[in-house]
């Protein structure tokens, strides 16, 4: 009896370690979050910010540069020049040059696509990811990360973050990971607009329905 209590609590801790780590605590990394996505400036600098610093690895395999470009409101010109950095044309998804076997020989691991990680992961998933690298010389990156164990992921944005203040670098990742939410759901602010076109018809018709119920009912009585 008393072997199997010691058993059940050896599979209890387990489980409990597991379960800790797989509901890690975020909250402290995310910080100074305040992703928006209704902002068109915010998710246009998140896009500079995503071509500029990320693009050179990750891919948006879902995303085109003219939808992004027009969901935005980019001109054509400010693409060309300020977005597309390979020699993809406006029409085309927006992939890059690293092919997967490279990827994985280099890092480990393949940088992967992120047009859906906001919603595979979370919104605070990423933003707790760019916001937690910590030195570590056994890595051999350099750096460890507190969101995601033994990352092969450099920390890309380690200059950056030397160079903007505390402020100043969680805005530039509100942008960018705003811009991936866009990139994982491009329709979101056209549904949330049409939403309030509907209510506001709804409304309107029933002013008018009841308007005509009660002078139908005046010449009835
Ligand atoms: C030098 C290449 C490189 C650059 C540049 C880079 N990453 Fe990564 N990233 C990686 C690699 C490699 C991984 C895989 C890490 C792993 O799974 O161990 C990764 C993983 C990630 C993940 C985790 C995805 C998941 O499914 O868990 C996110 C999110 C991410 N990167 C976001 C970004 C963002 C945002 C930028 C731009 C600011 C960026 N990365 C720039 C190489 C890069």
């Known amino acids: 009896m008393k072997s199997l209590f010691a058993i059940y609590s ?6 409990g370690a597991t379960f800790a780590a797989g509901s890690m605590d975020l909250d402290e990394y995310i ?3 305040n992703v928006k996505t209704s902002d068109s400036k915010s998710l246009q600098r998140g896009a500079r910010n995503f071509f500029n610093y990320c ?3 990750h891919t948006l ?3 085109r540069y003219n939808q992004i470009a027009e969901d935005l409101g980019i001109s054509e010109d400010q693409l ?7 020699d993809s044309s406006p029409q085309d998804l927006v992939m890059n040059n690293m092919l997967k076997e490279d990827g994985d020989r280099w890092f480990g691991k393949a940088p992967p696509d992120l047009t859906l990680v906001t919603r595979r992961k979370s919104p605070e998933y990423v933003y707790g990811l760019l916001n937690s690298f910590y ?9 460890n990360n507190h969101v995601q164990e033994a990352s092969s992921m450099p920390h890309v944005l380690w200059d950056l973050q030397e160079r903007l203040s505390d402020e100043e670098y969680s805005q530039f990742l509100n942008d960018t990971v705003g811009f991936l939410v866009y990139a994982g759901e491009p329709i979101v602010e056209k549904r949330k607009s049409m939403g309030v076109w509907v209510i506001g018809f ?10 005509l119920y009660k002078d139908i009912w005046r010449e009835v009585k």
């Open 10 to 15: 050896v599979f209890a801790f387990i489980s």
């Open 80 to 86: 060309m020049q300020n977005l597309i950095f390979t």
């Open 202 to 211: 709804l409304l309107i018709f029933l002013i008018f329905s009841y308007a």
């Open 135 to 143: 030195p570590d010389n056994n890595s051999p990156t350099g750096v």
């Open 55 to 57: 693009s050179g690895c």
């Open 61 to 63: 395999q879902y995303m």
């Open 31 to 33: 910080e100074g979050m």
